[in-house]
């Protein structure tokens, strides 16, 4: 911690920009600590906190115009790799596009105050086909709202926060086993946390060769798409499937023949979205309501060269 301090006096602006860079790519390493000790420590004026909001926005918005490009030309690809690497995963798609949803560009000004939305909001605007100028001005509110409110809090609490570091200096090492613990932690929190919704939403998966099987047999499986508003407009949907963004099932779903298989797809992690759909379902008495496994990218790699006129029947059920 002494010398952390010491990094910061001597190379302050360095060290807050690459540490606020190194996390906005998505590393787990936490920046708005460092912010808060760098405007703690411009009112004794070891810090310029001016230097430091200035480099903290340029990192901000070196990381941000990158992931926008990035899902700008890989659009939905990037957003699953993302999520793939988050503490998260299984929450990841449907919050972010949730999120996107209700604020649309908007969202970026608060996102960076958001853990694991601040690195998923850019590439999503740039697959959504957001205006680079009105990406540009809401990254940069966003960036000077996030380290401002990190450097102002470290200036006003700059008593309380001399404080914590002496202390922390004096501990040497047992303030690093105290940091890891913590973070050890919340990974296991996070872990546990998976662990039971996944259990919640633990229902028996239909493979797209399931699909086919009963397709030949002549059962007539129906398809919901259950992934969010923002997903169906990067990705379209099956043809003939019925649309479900959330919230209640609606009266065309619930109106449906109960005693016909009921196919549920979504493009998240772990098909978890249609797993949820899929035993809401059951509790109403479609009792063959199934996700399917794979989700969307398994039936288009299934169907990509095919076509399935027999869809039609799930669009006049």
Not at 27 to 55: E, K
Not at 101 to 128: D, E, H, Q, T, Y
Not at 263 to 291: E, M, W
Request: some cysteine.
């Amino acid at each position: 911690m002494a010398n952390l301090i010491l990094l910061l006096q001597e190379y302050g602006v360095l060290i807050v920009f690459g540490i606020v860079l190194i996390e906005q790519i998505g590393m787990p390493i936490p920046a708005f600590p460092i912010l808060i000790v760098a405007g703690a420590m411009s009112v004794d004026g070891d810090t310029n906190w001016f230097a430091v909001l200035a480099v903290a926005m340029l990192a901000c918005l070196i990381s941000d115009s990158f992931w926008f490009r990035a899902g700008r030309f890989y659009g939905k690809r990037i957003l699953k790799l993302l999520c793939k690497i988050s503490l998260s995963p299984d929450y990841c798609v449907s919050q972010t596009e949730d999120n996107f949803k209700r604020w649309g560009p908007k969202a970026l000004i608060v996102s960076k105050f958001i853990p694991g939305f601040n690195v998923i909001a850019p590439p999503l605007a740039g697959a959504m086909g957001t205006r680079r100028g009105v990406f540009l001005s809401f990254s940069i509110l966003g960036s000077l709202l996030w380290a401002g409110t990190g450097i102002g809090i470290g200036a006003f609490f700059h008593t309380s926060v001399d404080q914590l570091l002496d202390i922390l200096s004096t501990m040497g090492t047992t303030a690093l086993l105290v940091l890891v613990v913590l973070l050890a932690l919340f990974v296991a929190f996070k872990y546990v946390e998976r662990k039971r919704f996944r259990q919640s939403v633990d229902i028996e998966r239909i493979t797209v060769d399931d699909f086919k099987q009963m397709m030949e047999q002549g059962h007539e499986p129906i398809l919901v798409d259950a992934r969010s508003a923002t997903a169906q407009m990067l990705d379209p949907a099956v043809p003939g499937a019925l649309l479900f963004n959330g919230g209640d099932l609606s009266e065309e779903i619930t109106g449906l023949d109960k005693s016909r298989p009921i196919i549920v797809y979504c493009s998240c992690p772990n098909d978890v979205t249609a797993a949820h759909v899929a035993k809401s379902l059951v509790g109403q008495g479609f009792h063959r309501a199934r996700p399917l496994h794979g989700g969307l990218d398994a039936w288009n790699a299934a169907f990509r060269s095919e076509s399935l006129p027999q869809q039609d029947h799930a669009a006049s059920a």
